[in-house]
């Protein structure tokens, strides 16, 4: 090497490790800080076009100001009836809420449930307090306790916002700290060394830094809108595709180590040999997730463009800061462990090389097995009822908010405190109204009305307030809204219907419309990328198939586990896309790391023996992956929302069904019993056929490869 070179070679690795350490330090601190810019207010998250998003707008006309009603139910503590004496002292304690920071405009006055064993009160609050919410829940929560014997809870939106704001309170530490740990432990269990661990976590916390300060300026600049799920997302998302991209990478650096002692040559070929494999695989994920933009659910919106600033920087991080930090430390990084290539013929891959055996010699049983187990879980796929989660089952744990609402529909209508919004013409009211009370399901319809008792009238139009006999969040419920919209757009048929229910209502449609709709544009997508990363068109169809039968699989076996093992009576309506989206995008890049590999090996070998080749080399890394991705991703279980445990364990349970199943066993027996021709139209499909037919054919160095 030309000693003139020899400074340069080093500078390059030497400014790109300052860079990235420049960068982390300005940027580390702001993942921790999204949570200034997110937002839990679950109204903010609403089909943009549905009837229950524009009731939100023209109801607004109605108050002097937008409100967030906080619901304070009082039982006698020894069960019996209520005393007028405690009525009294209830709105008493709710009236001295009057002037308290958050409180905006006047509570309502205490009054009883018809079995007399219950008191309700209202309080608006401000719509935007943000953190500020507990304190205010705290003070009502103070005062309605000053009445005696009696035990006062609070229920309603406010209630509610205000159990998620706790729930989310650990994102930025808990949830962090959790996957950083189980990375690191499964980092050090698989290499066996002290200082690589370290430099793959440093590698996506600087990842994760830039990604959150992306995030922090478009959240702050209204751009996106980011809650308490997209931002813990986020965060898994960086940390774990960061360290598989790492893990591929470092392989390739470790195998080229074996075979050279030039530090900076190493890393220079492991970024070239793995560069179309990770930013493929990359391409895959974070298109599937700007496929989310086509959703009419805001926070949908949100994640496709936050998780893919998230993938891009892991990438930048993998291809820049790890190689650069390699060259510089080269075998060093590896200690006390020795680098050597996977396709050495002694240590550390036995397990693949009977497992290549096992595929080499038994193809076609292999293939149809493997299949028939996923068909088998994919069977109970309609076990999996996306309905949406009732408010008893939202939080894992116990939240107070679940008990008071439940408090409250014991004694009081089930609807009360969250009526349907009826906006009709003013002309109409009397049709309307009664039309609305009617209805099987409405308790009661009431006209809001204007001091002195008639009806408030604004730009010509009335505010119905229906107020359901079922918990609001029920299924019941649901069906009421559907049957009170068909009533009263049969009376008038510019009346729409809003409120909390109508919101679940519209918000379960738009999510069915979403996934029918995205799921055909990612497949395109992922199915287009891997045409172009293979030069075939067989193949990609094959991969494309069998990562959808797992995600079918895995919701199947994930239905049978929610219902009896977890308890659940369902998911959220955006679960089965959000688990489409990940486990799709992220099952076909280990089918990435595997076929790129296999193809580059069967332009030197043909098509048998680069199959049997690229399982070895690469099965012990994307089983890493695959574990490391699962690990993160069950990280999200430390908060106990059920949306957020549902994701983790269709992840986490997909993403190793995928590791395990699908590509180590499914594609290599199917591409192995094929043959050549699962490259079509490529020239690799017009190979030797002597290669595929004839195992004892291969000269014998090749037959050692698949050999037990």
Not at 324 to 344: I, N, Q
Not at 499 to 506: K, P, S, V
Not at 586 to 605: K, W
Request: aromatic share 6%; charged share 15%.
């Amino acid at each position: 090497m030309n000693s003139a070179r020899r400074p340069v070679r080093w500078l390059v690795p030497l400014v790109l490790v300052v860079v990235w350490l420049g960068l982390g330090g300005a940027f580390g601190s702001y993942a921790g800080k999204l949570g200034e810019v997110s937002t839990n207010d679950q109204a903010a998250f609403l089909p943009q076009n549905a009837e229950s998003t524009k009731v939100i707008e023209q109801q607004k006309a109605f108050n002097q100001q937008e409100t967030l009603p906080a619901i304070v139910v009082w039982t006698a503590a020894d069960g019996g009836a209520v005393s007028p004496a405690q009525q009294k002292a209830a709105s008493a304690a709710l009236q001295s809420l009057n002037g308290t920071q958050g409180v905006e405009g006047a509570p309502s006055p205490a009054f009883p449930s018809e079995d007399g064993e219950a008191l309700q009160g209202v309080v608006p609050l401000a719509p935007d307090l943000g953190e500020a919410l507990g304190d205010t829940l705290d003070k009502i929560q103070a005062a309605a306790d000053t009445v005696p014997d009696t035990r006062a809870q609070l229920a309603g939106p406010a209630a509610t916002q205000g159990d998620l704001g706790e729930a989310f309170a650990g994102i930025d530490g808990l949830l962090l700290g959790v996957a950083l740990a189980a990375v690191l432990l499964i980092l050090l269990l698989v290499y066996r060394s002290i200082l690589l661990p370290f430099l793959i976590i440093i590698s996506s916390v600087f990842a994760l830094g830039v990604a959150g300060a992306i995030v922090y300026v478009l959240a702050d600049n209204d751009i996106v809108r980011v809650d308490g799920q997209v931002q813990g997302i986020l965060s898994i998302l960086v940390i774990g595709a960061a360290t598989d991209y790492a893990l591929l990478l470092t392989a390739r650096f470790r195998e080229e180590l074996a075979t050279t002692s030039d530090r900076a040559a190493a890393a220079w070929a492991a970024t070239r040999g793995s560069f179309g494999a990770i930013t493929a695989s990359a391409a895959t994920v974070a298109l599937g997730l700007l496929a989310l933009l086509l959703s009419d659910l805001t926070n949908n919106r949100a994640l496709g463009p936050v998780g893919a600033i998230g993938v891009v920087c892991a990438v930048l991080t993998t291809l820049t800061f790890l190689p650069a930090v390699l060259a510089l430390t080269g075998k060093v990084a590896f200690w006390p462990a020795k680098p050597k290539s996977a396709d050495a013929e002694t240590g550390g891959h036995g397990i693949w090389r009977r497992v290549a055996h096992w595929v080499d010699t038994r193809p076609r049983q292999l293939w149809i097995i493997t299949t028939g187990l996923l068909l088998v879980g994919a069977a109970f796929f309609p076990a999996l009822q996306s309905k949406g989660v009732p408010l008893d089952e939202l939080f894992v744990n116990d939240a107070p908010s679940v008990a008071a609402q439940q408090t409250l529909g014991k004694h009081f209508p089930g609807g009360s405190g969250q009526p349907a919004v009826i906006i009709a013409d003013a002309d109409n009211q009397a049709t309307v109204q009664q039309a609305a009370a009617r209805t099987p399901g409405v308790a009661d319809a009431q006209v809001v009305t204007a001091p002195g008792g008639k009806p408030l009238v604004v730009d010509g139009l009335v505010r119905i307030d229906a107020t359901l006999s079922d918990a609001p969040d029920s299924d019941t419920a649901k069906e009421t809204v559907q049957k009170l919209r068909d009533q009263v757009h049969a009376a008038d048929a510019n009346t729409l219907v809003g409120g909390y229910t109508a919101q679940q209502y519209d918000t379960q449609r738009t999510a069915e419309h979403d996934k029918n709709l995205i799921i055909p544009v990612v497949l395109a997508i992922i199915l287009a990328i891997l045409i172009v990363l293979l030069r075939s068109l067989l193949l990609p169809i094959l991969l494309v198939a069998t990562v959808g039968l797992n995600y079918l699989a895995t919701l199947g076996i994930a239905g049978l586990v929610f219902e009896h093992g977890f308890g659940f009576s369902g998911t959220d309506a955006s679960v089965p896309l959000y688990g489409f989206v990940f486990l799709v995008a992220l099952g076909v890049d280990y089918n990435i790391f595997l076929m790129s590999r296999v193809r580059e090996e069967t332009l030197r070998l043909g098509t048998r023996q680069g199959m049997l080749r690229g399982l070895i080399a690469t099965g012990g890394v994307i089983t890493s992956a695959g574990v490391v991705l699962a690990a993160t991703f069950a990280a999200l279980l430390v908060i106990p929302l059920a949306f957020l445990a549902q994701i983790a364990f269709i992840v986490a349970f997909g993403v190793l069904l995928d590791t395990i199943v699908v590509r180590s066993l499914l594609v290599p027996a199917l591409v192995r019993d094929i043959g050549p021709a699962v490259w079509w139209p490529s020239r690799l499909s017009r190979e030797a056929q002597d290669d595929h037919t004839d195992p004892t054919a291969a000269n014998p160095e090749e037959n050692s490869l698949a050999g037990s």
